[in-house]
């Protein structure tokens, strides 16, 4: 999913390549775990710290990529490494956020795919400047093929938020929360 996508069969990679998705193991650990081997190793300590944890990508599984490609365009986003074969990637605002096929997906993560639609314990969230630009957004995910599932609402928080599904089900939280204000890259600016 990161441009150097493994075919399902393969148990290698060269020793440049990263696992698909930037996960630690991907694919081929699966594979080599199936074979009895040792999982993803510590690299040897170059003295340094290691960063923390950071979200770079978000990839969501999708029925229909194109599908999938035309609303997220529709809301604005702008797909990169159009390239790619069998994945999309757009530039979400700091993170990436990638389409893939959901079964293909669920493969290289070693999981059972499960019903497209149904909850599965995440939701996105966009924060947005005001009310208004919340409701703007939430008509426009629908007029692109989302689904609304709660309409914008003030919340016990202090801010407003509304819910629509992506066409694959994805949940979404459009929200406006006045403690949590941008900088002047337009990411959210958590207080201490």
């Known amino acids: 999913m990161n441009g150097s996508i493994m075919e399902a069969g393969e148990g ?15 694919a081929g650990a699966a594979i080599g775990r199936e074979r009895g081997e040792a999982g993803p ?9 290691m ?18 490609v035309t ?6 986003l702008k797909r990169r490494v159009k390239e790619a074969a069998g994945a999309a990637f ?6 990436v956020l990638s389409l893939y096929p959901r079964h293909e997906l669920a493969a290289d993560a ?3 795919p499960g019903r497209a639609g149904a909850f599965g314990g995440i939701a996105l969230a966009c924060n947005r400047a005001s009310r208004a630009e919340v409701d703007t957004t939430l008509i426009r995910a629908v007029a692109a093929g989302g689904r609304a599932l709660r309409p914008a609402q003030p919340t016990f928080w202090g801010g407003y938020s509304g819910y629509v599904a992506d066409p694959d089900g994805h949940p979404w939280e459009i929200a406006h929360n006045p403690g ?13």
């Open 71 to 76: 609303f997220y365009e529709a809301l604005g």
């Open 110 to 112: 070693g999981v059972l």
């Open 180 to 192: 949590f204000p941008f900088d002047a890259a337009g990411r959210i600016v958590l207080p201490e």
């Open 51 to 68: 960063p923390p944890l950071r979200l770079s990508l978000v990839t969501l599984g999708v029925a229909d990529l194109q599908r999938a």
């Open 12 to 26: 290698r990679m060269d020793a440049d390549e990263k696992p698909a998705g930037g996960m630690q193991g991907g």
């Open 90 to 95: 757009f530039d979400a605002g700091g993170a």
């Open 41 to 49: 190793r510590e690299p040897a300590s170059t003295g340094r710290a």
